[in-house]
């Protein structure tokens, strides 16, 4: 508050004989200048009172960035290196073969999760328990604002069994380009590539992988982005298809595509006699696969929608925050899956659901309570300190051992 001068006038000053002569007068600069002055003075001031901090949070993100290096220059080439000695065993015991490099590419997907987990990123949980459905085939859509909504992911599935060693990723081509594109590609995910030009042909593809990568693998759940881009860059197209179309006018996602999600349930979804969709307390024979049985939808959330990018997730320049997942479950005989027009309200109803919960997390701090619940639970996901310290210390004295045998044979030719 601003206080208010009392009322009156100074006394006056008592009159000198003679009168001094008059100085002149000082030249005033304009208020412009005297803004920009100011500003300067104050930024200078916060910049010399922060530099200590600046310069540590410096040195912190180039010590990250080191380790992240000598993370990816040992792990990636030692997950390559075992894929190739264990090929014998994937002729003669596939199911085995694909389980050993599941438990490395989980091992991988937890290094990449400490770089968060370290530098305070953490995920506190909401709604229904998902670990409960670890062990049968699920689908899970997520919304998508930044790239490290990928590493919030990889992080909050480290503790859900062997969630994260069957399961298979749908991303952006351009992440096959990355240094985690070849262990990617060896997994068996899957890169599609956005646009009209390329949509008919990437469905193809995406159906032929699916059918050929995905069983054979033993894969359990498969994550999807269905909006096809970040939320940033797709909004504004969003928002003027809604208005075309009679449809929501949605500000915290978009109207998701339809594409991808139809192959992935046509393809995967086990059909019985009748020709109904096996849902998730329906019973089949041992000998058939009982196909998808649930949909995940997942919602993420960060605090003041400000999302994590890769960089912040590996330098580690902002300051710790949560980020909050929410989940449902659907059995996937509530999917209708008859129609396209059919598949699509429901795929809309969902992200239309998605931006009432995201409008209630901005506005609360939190995710509104289930349905036929009073109070909303969460809880904090966390990671095991000793089970990343045994992942990274397995990966450079891999790197290490690799390196020596390398070294050896070399030396054996030359």
């Not at 180039?62 to 040992?74: D, H």
């Not at 997994?187 to 009209?196: P, S, T, V």
């Not at 710790?320 to 429901?346: C, G, M, Q, S």
């Amino acid at each position: 508050m601003t206080a208010t001068p009392r009322p009156g006038t100074p006394a006056a000053a008592p009159r000198r004989w003679p009168p001094a002569p008059l100085a002149p007068a000082p030249r005033r600069r304009p208020p412009s200048a005297e803004k920009d002055q100011t500003d300067s003075d104050v930024s200078m001031a916060v910049t010399l009172e922060d530099a200590p901090w600046l310069g540590w949070i410096l040195v912190k993100a180039l010590m990250r960035f080191a380790f992240m290096v000598a993370n990816n220059v040992f792990a990636l080439p030692s997950y390559v290196f075992y894929v190739i000695l264990l090929q014998p065993l994937r002729v003669l015991d596939s199911k085995l073969f694909w389980y050993i490099e599941g438990i490395m590419y989980k091992w991988l997907i937890g290094i990449v999760a400490s770089w968060g987990w370290y530098a305070g990123y953490t995920v506190m949980e909401w709604g229904e328990d998902i670990k409960a459905i670890s062990k049968d085939e699920a689908v899970m859509l997520v919304n998508h604002q930044a790239t490290g909504d990928v590493c919030t992911l990889m992080m909050c599935l480290q503790d859900k069994g062997l969630v994260v060693a069957q399961m298979m990723w749908l991303m952006d081509h351009i992440f096959k380009y990355t240094n985690f594109g070849i262990v990617s590609l060896i997994h068996g995910d899957f890169f599609i590539r956005q646009g009209k030009s390329h949509r008919e042909h990437q469905l193809q593809l995406l159906q032929k992988h699916l059918e050929t990568s995905y069983r054979s693998r033993d894969r359990k759940w498969i994550v999807l982005f269905p909006e096809g881009g970040f939320l940033r860059k797709r909004r504004e197209t969003s928002q003027a298809f809604a208005k075309k179309n009679n449809l929501p006018y949605l500000t915290h996602v978009t109207l998701p595509r339809i594409g991808a999600t139809k192959i992935i349930l046509s393809t995967l979804v086990a059909r019985q006699e009748n020709g109904i969709p096996a849902g998730g307390d329906a019973k089949q024979p041992d000998s058939k696969p009982k196909g998808l049985q649930w949909v995940i939808d997942a919602t993420i959330a960060y605090p003041k929608a400000e999302p994590l990018d890769i960089q912040t997730w590996i330098l580690g320049y902002r300051k710790p925050t949560v980020t909050h997942v929410h989940y449902r479950i659907f059995p996937i005989k509530d999917v209708p899956l008859e129609t396209e027009d059919d598949l699509a309200n429901w795929l809309y109803q969902r992200f239309i659901e998605k931006e009432d919960l995201l409008s209630h997390f901005y506005k609360t701090g939190a995710f509104p309570p289930l349905k036929g619940h009073k109070e909303a639970v969460s809880k904090d996901m966390t990671l095991s300190n000793m089970r990343l310290f045994l992942s990274h210390s397995f990966a450079f004295l891999s790197g290490y051992m690799w390196y020596n045998v390398i070294q050896y044979f070399y030396h054996c030719l030359f």
